[in-house]
């Protein structure tokens, strides 16, 4: 089957402008994650969503970053008055239903979208 | 101090050749689980394999080999007869569902660089 899909794959804005990116998560997958990849930091958490429980936006760096999912699927991204620092690979990955006793934790990660901010 | 360490930033290997990549986590937790991802120069990153705390039996899935010990909180990753196609970043990654907001994000480490020469 399809696997995460993520657009755009590439993004240039300028520093100010709001962007929105965008993860379709495997078809029946529950569980959402954002992450960014930057050189300086590495692989870093950002938010979850799980079914209808409110997110754990725990990771997001400031109050530019927000994200939603609507419908228990899609889920966008935003990013307002973008900073040069924002510049980085943003990542979508989506997991079944997680399970604390047994499987369903496989990330499922897409191809990213990378993020340049001029 | 750093959740998941992975001490080697880069490591270089004649094809062939035999290569372990160390992961030392760090965790309060009993119950926790372990990651190890590849993300090749293509980006994207694939999911090798998960390990639960409260197993420790080590696994091997043809090359690849993995070694779990609680007692020196290490999970590191031998690939046995190394080819081209192995070169990658490779990321150990820790989750700690009972920790905090009881996400299941993946704190990673910052990998590791692995390339195999012909």
């Known amino acids: 089957g399809a696997g995460v899909s993520q657009s755009p794959s590439n993004k240039v804005t300028e520093k100010g402008k709001d962007v929105e990116l965008r993860c379709d998560p495997i078809s029946g997958h529950t569980a959402l994650y954002w992450y960014r990849q930057s050189l300086g930091q590495g692989l870093e958490f950002l938010i979850y969503f799980q079914g209808n429980s409110a997110p754990d936006k725990s990771g997001l760096p400031s109050d530019r970053f927000s994200a939603e999912r609507t419908g228990g699927s899609v889920s966008t991204l935003t990013i307002q008055r973008t900073q040069q620092e924002d510049s980085a690979v943003y990542l979508c990955?989506?997991?079944?239903?997680?399970?604390?006793?047994?499987?369903?934790?496989?990330?499922?990660f897409g191809p990213g979208t990378r993020l340049t901010v001029l | 101090a750093q959740k998941v360490t992975q001490a080697q930033t880069e490591i270089s290997v004649v094809e062939k050749e035999d290569v372990t990549l160390d992961c030392v986590y760090e965790t309060r937790d009993t119950t926790y689980y372990l990651f190890w991802y590849k993300q090749p120069p293509s980006g994207e990153l694939v999911f090798l394999i998960r390990r639960n705390s409260f197993d420790e039996q080590n696994e091997i899935s043809g090359r690849y080999s993995w070694n779990f010990q609680k007692s020196t909180s290490s999970f590191n990753f031998t690939i046995t007869a190394s080819q081209v196609v192995d070169s990658a970043v490779y990321f150990c990654?820790?989750?700690?569902?009972?920790?905090?907001?009881?996400?299941?994000?993946?704190?990673f480490g910052k990998g590791t660089k692995l390339s195999v020469i012909p």
């Open positions: 990654a820790l989750s700690e569902p009972y920790s905090g907001a009881g996400s299941y994000q993946l704190t």
């Open positions: 990955a989506s997991s079944s239903a997680p399970r604390l006793t047994s499987g369903g934790f496989e990330q499922f």
